[in-house]
């Protein structure tokens, strides 16, 4: 059921004979989406943080680790400084800007390895099944029951915190995740008679997972990567918080809580900002998340 | 007062909202239905019958709304009526059947509890006294054990006896109008049979009148007293049974009766004709006569000036037809029903041979911890047959007779547990799929059941089909492009079809592709696992049709599994009837169809409806149900429920298999001329008629 309509957002067939220019494909994708006001509000919200990320160098007001010692004494909101400075002087609005950079590249990428990972692991699992399936579903379970905090820190403290690691443990512990929905997708999917068709033409397994099955899971496979998107930068900024995040001194939204939670009677600014940030951007990829859902529901 | 009819619908005009806009897919619908009358709606999918039974019940859901018109119900009109009059109404005096009755059950509920519901809620009868009612009513829709089956929740019970269950609870407040919605549709004939006979005999007795809506032109004729034929939302034709059978007079109710596989018809003899096109969108209603751009007889200028108004025919007053030209066309005639011996070229050798084929599914793990062994499941025991070349071989049963299994033999989807299937002297029925050679999987390949999973929506028509041509014959691809335009036109799709995407076709122009598609490696045979069971008998027949040019063209051996023995009438050479994994009968087609019938062909047969009000044959009603696959008897695996059982023997010893004939085989205890003295003919019309 929610396959066709999300299928038609992503690949917006041309109804019948006209072929559209990819312009003109692309508006009518985002037409579609406006059908759902969660996804349409959702949708401005993450391009809203896409555009400031991508213009952060130019519309950032300071360098992000310049600090204004005159600010110092007065660190709340002012004219200088619309959301005022931290700690150390450094203007709070440049420095959540340029930690949106960071963020909305580290996020994607660790859902799109999630969801790569997941994927083969899900549709190996479901088209198989028997023992196979056992295997990788046991270990999947393995993976989901660890307390993945602690996990995290283990594997960043010993081999240190880069965008990369963190990369690469969030795409180990959310593949489990995105393996699990494909393979319930793959158990359903494997039995269509498109399947069968394609075995009585003696296609490969791996043709049959990839090219018969796969597509028609993509509908809430990319709901779920939207929602993982969200949690990942909730993930990152629990990271920053806990000091095994990105690395210092480049502005993070959850390190710049971190430095300030402190001072959160005195100055609550300092760490609310930052919160708002990961807030509304989580918050964005949610309702995104919901909308698509939504439209897939739909007819 | 008595003059009012019970439900009087003036001119009721539903739309749709949808994203493209409100889709008028009712215009301008007035009909009446007196006190115990039974009215039959009738009309392909997509033309507003259960549209109209949703409104009168105003359960449209959130994307319809009646835009105009009058529903008047026992003197209220319906549509004005606040929700909470409606619900006093709904249930009490207007009770409603749908097609799936385990959708209408509450599958946690015991099914007492239900039926019991409805009086307490409805009247504030006594749990006691509703008790009562709902263990008598059990026992009118005949329900063996009423009250045990009133513990029962509906999971427990065959599709059958929830359907009886669902009919119990809507008559159970005893209606002045019962609505039912394909209220047969997913039975199996003996099944569908025996509820059909139910239903005219509650209505005999409890007099409520029904509006009964159906796409099964039989059905309506053994249950109506009165049909409605719709088209795109308007009643094009109306009258009583008799009239609109014997003596249809719009081009569309023609178009409805010729197309539709009967049991005496033959592809030699009386070719089906489709109605060209498929039902058209609401979207944009031309002037005029809806179905002008399908009909053979339109007349422009005529046909498309104006507003059609129905009008009275052959001075019979409730005949009413809309159609400018009904005066004018010939009189209907029904086609050549006489069954004679034909001439055929002489049979090739066999291509499929399969012979002694048994197939059991083991359970998944033998034993359990807990309870007793699951036991395996035997879904094909002993089956030999024949399919011979350039001929069509179809295999006919109920649901759970194996027929499918075989397919998937066949097919190599499933391999055989003993016995085998050789295909051109080869044996395959050992070998999985991707065990064949690339030879032997060109040789066969298969049409499947459901137009909505055969092709995959996310590929084109035109990759489906290329991807067959280049898998199965290895072609260039340049060579590709043309093969795909040319299988385009084989199966008489337009070659622009292919950069379409399923989800923008039809569910006979999906059929077509994936006959195209089965068609790409210029198969020896097709098995087609019921192609035509999800369409409706307009493009049925197209597509039937279809098959059988290509099976000239190409001389392609054709294994055709449905059931629907009007279907395997028409099309079939050689027929095999199966009974729950077993062949009960097999043989070439005008001799399975006449004495001696096996009694399970027997009942089966005299199960099917005829649209034909005086087609009156002996029922054969069957008791009982089909046994599990797990305990099927020792004997004769129709023991249980033949109605010629012989005697303890047919318990206890597998029935022989006679040779009745040299193409035909029956396998049962009783002696072939024993069997054509106790039987009569059910096919062809009744003596002494036309």
Known sequence: MSTPVIADVLSASPPATTRLRPLARWRRRIAVLGASRPAAVGLAIVLVWIVLAILAPAIAPYAPNASDLTALGHPTPSRAHWLGTDHLGRDIMSRILWGARPVLVVAPLAVLGAAALGSLLGLTAGYYGRWVGVVITRACDIVLSFPVIILYMIILAHFGSSAWNIIGVLTLTKAPIIARIVRGMTLDLREREYVAAAKMRGESALYIMLVEILPNARGPLIVDMCLRTGYNVIIIGVLGFLGIGLPPPDPDWGGMVKDTYGMMMVWPHMALFPCAAISSLVVGFNLLAVGLRELGLRD | ?690
Request: hydrophobic letters at 40%; proline letters at 7%.
């Open chain 2, 1 to 690: 007062m008595t003059d009012a009819p019970l439900l009087d619908v003036r001119h009721l005009a539903v739309v749709y909202s949808t994203r493209a806009g409100e889709l008028p897919v009712i215009p301008d619908l007035s009909l009446s239905l007196d006190a115990g009358e039974a009215l039959g709606l009738v009309g392909e999918s997509g033309c507003g019958k259960s549209t109209v039974a949703l409104s009168i019940v105003r359960y449209l859901g959130r994307a319809g709304r009646i835009r105009g018109g009058q529903i008047l119900f026992e003197g209220r009109d319906l549509t004005t009526l606040s929700d909470s009059a409606l619900r006093a109404i709904r249930g009490r005096r207007l009770a409603m059947v749908y097609q799936d009755p385990m959708a209408s059950l509450n599958p946690v509920m015991t099914v007492g509890r239900q039926l019991m519901e409805v009086p307490m809620i409805h009247e504030g009868a006594s749990a006691h006294a509703a008790r009562e009612r709902a263990i008598a009513m059990l026992g009118e829709v005949k329900l063996a054990d009423p009250a045990g089956v009133m513990e029962r929740y509906p999971h427990q019970l065959s599709g059958g006896q929830q359907q009886r269950i669902v009919i119990a609870m809507a008559l159970i407040a005893g209606p002045a109008l019962l609505i039912m919605d394909e209220p047969t549709t997913g039975l199996d004939v003996t099944v569908e049979a025996a509820v059909l006979d139910l239903v005219r005999e509650l209505r005999q007795r409890h007099r409520s009148a029904i509006l009964f809506i159906s796409h099964n032109l039989g059905s309506v004729a053994r249950v109506c007293d009165r049909v409605g034929v719709m088209y795109r939302g308007e009643i094009v034709e109306q009258g009583t049974v008799r009239q609109i059978f014997a003596n249809p007079r719009h081009p569309y109710t023609r178009g409805l009766l010729d197309c539709l596989p009967a049991l005496g018809r033959d592809k030699r003899q009386s070719p089906l004709v489709p109605i060209p096109g498929q039902v058209e969108s609401a979207m944009s209603r031309p002037v005029g006569c809806g179905f002008a751009r399908r009909c053979a007889h339109v007349e422009s200028g005529r046909c498309t000036a104006g507003p059609i108004a129905a009008v009275m025919v052959d001075g019979e007053p409730e005949h009413r037809v809309a159609c400018v030209r009904a005066g004018e066309l010939p009189r209907w005639r029904r086609r050549a029903s006489d069954v004679a011996p034909v001439e055929r070229d002489a049979d090739a050798g066999p291509v499929i041979d399969v012979h002694h084929l048994t197939k059991v599914y083991e359970p998944r793990r033998r034993r359990r911890r807990f309870g007793r062994a699951r036991p395996s499941i035997r879904a094909l025991a002993d089956v030999n047959l024949a399919a011979v070349r350039r001929q069509t071989l179809a295999i006919v049963g109920e649901s759970g007779c194996g027929k499918s299994t075989l397919a998937k033999v066949l097919s190599g989807i499933e391999v055989a547990t003993s016995g085998g299937v050789t295909l051109d002297g080869v044996e395959v029925g050992s070998l999985a799929v991707d065990a064949r050679s690339a030879a032997l999987r060109r040789k066969l390949q298969m049409v499947f059941q459901n137009p909505d999973s055969t092709l995959n929506p996310s590929h084109t028509v035109g990759y489906a089909i290329a991807r067959a041509l280049r898998r199965l014959r290895g072609r260039a691809p340049v060579d590709v492009s043309v093969g795909v335009a040319r299988l385009l036109e084989v199966v008489k799709l337009a070659p622009g079809m292919a950069a379409r995407k399923p989800h923008h076709l039809s569910g006979g122009e999906k059929q077509r592709v994936a006959i195209a598609r089965a068609l790409a490696g210029d198969p020896d045979v097709i098995v087609a696992d019921e192609p035509v069971s999800a369409l409706d008998v307009s493009v049925q027949a197209a597509v039937i049709n279809l098959l059988n040019e290509i099976q000239a063209a190409h001389g392609t051996t054709l294994v055709f599994i449905s059931h629907d023995l009007g279907v395997v009438r028409y099309l079939a050479d050689h027929v095999a009837v199966m009974y729950l994994g077993t062949v009960a009968e097999v043989g070439r087609v005008e001799r399975v169809f006449a004495p001696p019938y096996h009694p399970y062909t027997e009942a089966l047969l005299s199960a099917v409806p005829v649209p034909d009000p005086d087609h009156d044959v002996a029922r054969i009603l069957l008791e009982g149900p089909v046994p599990r696959a797990d305990e099927i008897p020792r004997g004769c695996p129709f023991a249980t429920r033949c109605p010629r059982r012989v005697g303890a023997i047919c318990d206890d010893t597998p029935p022989p298999v006679q040779q009745l004939a040299r193409d035909l085989r029956i396998a049962c205890h009783i002696p072939g001329p024993e069997l054509l003295r106790l039987q009569a003919p059910l096919v062809g019309p009744p003596p002494g008629r036309r």
